[in-house]
Structures are given as structure tokens and as C-alpha cells.
């Protein structure tokens, strides 16, 4: 062997490039977008996305101390509580495991929306509530206080009144409007319905 031979190491290979983009003569690194978070989630667009803005929003009226802009983004995020569970469930059914951990997420950041939205004001929903119940919004808040003076500030009253009243044969619709006049009284919205009947 040649003495002045020197064995020498392969060369490392490169480092892995950053994605660039042409910007006129410069190129611009591109991050990689996160794949996680709310920001992920409103770019998810659909119910997660709904439920990501208007969390966003709510995040940012509590921080700020802002009530009317957390009541407002309250009230979207029951009108989005109408339909989330059903679509939680499809979500975590489907084999889209990106949308299912977007979801999860989501869902996360909701339970800690409500919290934080009742520890700053000291209720667990807007006081004029504002809510319509086209698609039954209103009652499902309702039953989900579970309580009587909210519920009836909602203008709902006790389901298992609505179902003794409709057992007798009155109309579910009239039994709750009713119900909701006589604040709850059974035996008076009983009184009304009979005289209705005649």
C-alpha cells in the first residue's frame, strides 16, 4: 500500500430542505401548515370548522372581558351543540383519522369554552338566551341546564308535564304553548285545554 494514502470518510449527505417557494429573484422558506389546533380545524372547514371560528371567537370575548361578543359567539356555539354530537359520532366512526383528531380537538376546546365562558361571567349561558327554536335549540338548552327557573326563562317547561298533558289527548304543540302561559302549571294548563275542548 501507498504510505501516503489516507482513507477518508464518504461526505455526510445534505440536511433536508425546507420547501421554498419563488418569490421574483429571492426564494422564501414555506412552513409546513400545523396540522393540529384550532387553526387546522377552521381550515378543516364543515362542523369543526363552524365550531373552531365561533370557539375563536368566544376565546377572544372572554379574554378581552367582552360580554356582548361571548354571548354572541355563545349563542353560536349552542346553535352548533344542536347537531355536534351527531356528528361527533360519525366522526369518530369514519376512518378520516385527521378529521377525527380534529374533531376530539374541537371538542376539547368546547368543554373548556364553557367553563371559562361560566367562570368569567358567572352563568352558564347568555341571560337573554336570543335563541330560536326553529330547530329546537332553545329546548335542548333547556333540558340540559336542568333547571327549572332557566328553563323557564327560556320559555320551555318540564317534558314530563308536556307528556301527562298529551297522554289525555291534547296536541303536543298546544299542551307546551299553554304550559308556558300558565308558567308550568299543570292543573291550570289542564283547565285551559278542557275549556278549549269544550
Known amino acids: 500500500?501507498?504510505?501516503?494514502?489516507?482513507p477518508q470518510r464518504p461526505p455526510a449527505p445534505p440536511p433536508p430542505r425546507a420547501c421554498v417557494a419563488a418569490?421574483?429573484?429571492?426564494?422564501?422558506?414555506m412552513p409546513t401548515p400545523a396540522r393540529s389546533g384550532p387553526e387546522f380545524g377552521e381550515r378543516l372547514g364543515g362542523p369543526v370548522g363552524e365550531m373552531e371560528a365561533a370557539l375563536t371567537k368566544l376565546r377572544k370575548g372572554?379574554?378581552?372581558g367582552d360580554e356582548v361578543m361571548s354571548d354572541e359567539a355563545m349563542r353560536q356555539v349552542v346553535r352548533l351543540e344542536a347537531t355536534w354530537q351527531g356528528f361527533m359520532t360519525n366522526a369518530l366512526a369514519g376512518d378520516d383519522a385527521e378529521l377525527t383528531q380534529a374533531a376530539l380537538e374541537a371538542n376539547?376546546?368546547?368543554?373548556q369554552g364553557h367553563a371559562e365562558?361560566?367562570?368569567?361571567f358567572g352563568r352558564d349561558f347568555p341571560v337573554d338566551g336570543g335563541f330560536d327554536d326553529d330547530d329546537g335549540v332553545a329546548a335542548a338548552l333547556a333540558a340540559e341546564v336542568g333547571n327549572d327557573a332557566?328553563?323557564?326563562?327560556f320559555g320551555f317547561v318540564d317534558a314530563e308535564s308536556v307528556a301527562k298533558?298529551?297522554?289525555?289527548g291534547f296536541k303536543q304543540d298546544r299542551v307546551r304553548d299553554v304550559?308556558?302561559?300558565?308558567g308550568g302549571n299543570v292543573e291550570a294548563a289542564l283547565e285551559v285545554l278542557m275549556a278549549e275542548r269544550g
Open 150 to 153: 332557566e328553563a323557564e326563562a
Open 165 to 168: 298533558l298529551t297522554a289525555m
Open 179 to 182: 304550559l308556558a302561559d300558565m
Open 62 to 64: 372572554i379574554a378581552d
Open 1 to 6: 500500500k501507498d504510505p501516503r494514502f489516507v
Open 23 to 29: 418569490s421574483g429573484s429571492h426564494q422564501a422558506a
Open 108 to 111: 376539547d376546546r368546547l368543554q
Open 117 to 120: 365562558y361560566s367562570a368569567k
